[in-house]
């Protein structure tokens, strides 16, 4: 869980860091389980939770910068993949991933300049 999540977000992260020019954005990914999690979520909460922690850290890191970054915290995302490996679930509350887009796309606005090292919930968004 902390490599598919944390080391990814932390070398994609690094990765792009050179490419944002001064008053951009970064957006990370992290869960709303992560905060708090429930039973049998340890280490899926635990690795979310530290995209959350390592974003929080980056935003102070980078505040001389002027690059802003931000995480989601998005329920479960309504995929096929979320689906299939949960068929007796009810999706109908699950996070769209439409509405985790409109989000970080309002966050890489310049709109969104004053948001800088928040954990934001995304927690529904059906389809529209």
């Given amino acids: 869980m902390f490599r598919r999540n944390l080391e990814t977000t932390l070398n994609v992260v690094k990765s792009a860091l050179p ?3 001064a008053n951009g954005a970064i957006v990370t990914i992290g869960a709303a389980a ?3 999690s429930g039973a049998g979520m340890a280490p899926y909460a635990a690795s979310k939770s530290a995209v959350a922690r390592l974003t929080q850290s980056l935003a102070a890191e980078l505040d001389e910068s002027h690059i802003r970054i931000n995480t989601l915290l998005p329920s479960i995302i309504d995929t096929p993949a979320n689906r ?3 068929p007796d679930a009810d999706p109908s509350s699950w996070t769209h991933p439409d509405a985790i887009a409109e989000v970080a796309s309002f966050l890489v606005s310049p709109a969104a300049r004053a948001i800088h090292g928040a954990l934001i919930p995304v927690t529904n968004g059906v389809a529209s």
């Fill in 34 to 36: 992560a905060e708090p």
């Fill in 84 to 86: 299939a490996a949960m």
């Fill in 19 to 21: 490419c944002v020019e």
